[in-house]
């Protein structure tokens, strides 16, 4: 058995007892501070999103943006601790293969706190996925009607997470893999996450129609306020990567800080290899200069395509799935706005697109040594068979189905209350109090 089968596992024998909501008190003190110390990471995620974001929009909207950010942690986070941690791993009579049922309005007592870890871990997993639809509806969107998107939008990840994760989860029980394996409880997503919002975000984009100039050449183009917000953004959203990844272990107890090296390093090396396609790319397509936006898409598209496989790969083989992340991520975004589908921040591509990949990427590359008894879990290029490969790729037509049709309800239900869509006086002045 080679290093990356030993670390993989250790990764799934280790991970049956993960689950705070299945073994109460099963976390040490160890395992505990890991876990908060990387949801804290996580959350400073948020400000990433919102320079990028607002530095990518004109001046004039930049404050509306990190306004949006902060509304998603605070009524996204609202609708997760209502319900949203619930649909996904509550474990009490009626929990079944769509969603699961209990810890309405979260509440444990002291000696269940790693219940609260799992909680606190999940909850930044959701709030981001909101975040990363409002680039898709930025400079455009009535702040309201967004605020009430962003309550309800918890709908939109809360049940794929269930069927990845959660007890009796249907994907779970048919061999998904998204990070952890099927032998696995930890909680990385690739397809949860960044699917759900980018085909959330393609959804917004094509309701609410194009920033007004942006395929109207009678009307001046709007253009990004500050580069530097863009680059120090990144640089947020990257380092607060390795907490997302890394902190998935669940732990660093026992050997699993192994597991959390190595995702470590295959996320970094994902980066890389998403970033020297955004250079390359930039250059063949930008008349041979470095696009600042291009660039940051090829380094989120690495990091968003080895996130499925981050602690089940090699090296060599995040490099290559970053590239090719970077790759799909980029070129979706060009071929997207030739239909005229205004994203301004390359949510899209970055997140759906690219989230795709990396479902695809579990499927050919993942090596994974379950627990004691089973199969081994190996993808099409580590010999084995198509049935993996089958699975992924129908948990991501069954995420983006959900995630599309819950998306298109929840603007048209809005639309119906309040306008979503900006009027042309209001987009022209800037968004702030709108």
């Excluded at 109460?24 to 995620?45: C, E, K, Q, V």
């Excluded at 990144?234 to 660093?252: D, E, H, K, Q, V």
């Excluded at 084995?384 to 490969?389: D, I, M, R």
Aim: glycine share 14%; charged share 15%.
């Amino acid at each position: 058995m080679n290093e990356t089968q030993n670390i993989a596992n250790y990764s799934s024998n280790s991970s049956s007892q993960s689950p705070p909501a299945d073994d109460a008190g099963s976390l040490n003190s160890d395992d505990a501070t890991w876990i908060l110390t990387s949801a804290f990471i996580i959350f400073t995620m948020q400000s990433g999103f919102g320079l990028v974001e607002s530095g990518l929009v004109s001046k004039k909207n930049e404050v509306n943006i990190m306004v949006k950010n902060a509304i998603d942690v605070i009524y996204g986070g609202l609708s997760y601790w209502l319900y949203g941690f619930a649909f996904s791993f509550g474990l009490e009579k009626g929990t079944n293969g769509f969603c699961g049922i209990g810890y309405f309005a979260t509440d444990v007592e002291a000696e269940e706190g790693d219940v609260f870890a799992l909680y606190f871990f999940q909850m930044s997993f959701a709030t981001t996925a909101t975040t990363i639809v409002s680039g898709a509806m930025a400079e455009r969107t009535h702040l309201h009607a967004y605020t009430i998107f962003s309550f309800t939008n918890t709908i939109s990840y809360v049940f794929p997470a269930h069927w990845i994760w959660g007890e009796k989860g249907f994907l779970k029980e048919m061999g998904v893999i998204d990070y952890a394996g099927k032998n696995s409880k930890n909680c990385k997503s690739c397809a949860g996450v960044h699917l759900v919002g980018g085909v959330a975000g393609l959804v917004a984009a094509m309701m609410l129609g194009p920033r007004q100039g942006t395929y109207n050449k009678s009307i001046k183009k709007s253009q990004p306020g500050s580069l530097t917000n863009v680059m120090l953004g990144t640089f947020m959203l990257w380092w607060g990567w390795l907490g997302f990844n890394c902190g998935s272990t669940f732990g660093i107890s026992g050997a699993k800080w192994l597991l959390a090296s190595r995702s470590a390093v295959v996320t970094l090396n994902g980066s890389i290899g998403g970033g020297l396609l955004g250079v390359i790319y930039s250059f063949v397509y930008r008349k041979r200069k470095l696009d600042v936006a291009v660039f940051i898409t090829g380094i989120l598209g690495g990091l968003v395509g080895i996130t499925a496989i981050c602690a089940m790969c090699r090296p060599w083989e995040a490099f290559l799935i970053g590239f090719i992340g970077g790759l799909t991520a980029c070129g979706s975004c060009d071929i997207i706005d030739r239909f005229k589908i205004d994203d301004p921040v390359g949510c899209i591509g970055t997140h759906g697109v690219a989230g795709i990949w990396g479902m695809i990427a579990v499927g050919l590359w993942v090596e994974e040594e379950p627990l004691e008894g089973l199969s081994p879990v190996r993808g099409l290029f580590k010999g084995g068979s198509a049935k993996l490969l089958g699975v992924e790729i129908l948990a991501c037509l069954v995420i983006t189905a959900w995630s599309a049709f819950t998306t298109w309800l929840q603007l048209f239900l809005i639309g119906k209350i309040l306008p979503l869509r900006l009027t042309f006086e209001q987009e022209m002045i800037g968004t702030l109090a709108n």
